[in-house]
């Protein structure tokens, strides 16, 4: 669904860039029903930890949102 990998995003350094990923996948995680889904600021810091910490560089960048948002709380309804 995106073309962002783990790589781009973890290069993206202005907030407002990080912002313009983040948000269609959080507007994606409310359309499929998650509950307790984190701010995109909140999102951005477990997506960036979880790219360092599992070398995650070529991983599409909603699958690393869904796991970092799932790891902070989101839950299916």
């Known amino acids: 669904m995106f073309n962002t990998t783990g790589m781009d995003f973890y290069e993206t350094e202005d907030l407002l ?4 990923i983040i948000q269609p996948i959080i507007t994606e995680f ?3 029903g998650f509950q307790n889904i984190p701010d995109w600021h909140e999102l951005a810091v477990e997506m960036k930890q979880m790219i360092r910490k599992n070398g995650w560089r070529d991983r599409p960048v ?4 869904e796991d970092a948002a799932r790891a902070v709380g ?4």
């Open 17 to 20: 860039q990080q912002r313009d």
């Open 30 to 32: 409310i359309r499929q």
């Open 62 to 65: 909603d699958e690393i949102a």
């Open 74 to 77: 989101m839950n299916a309804g």
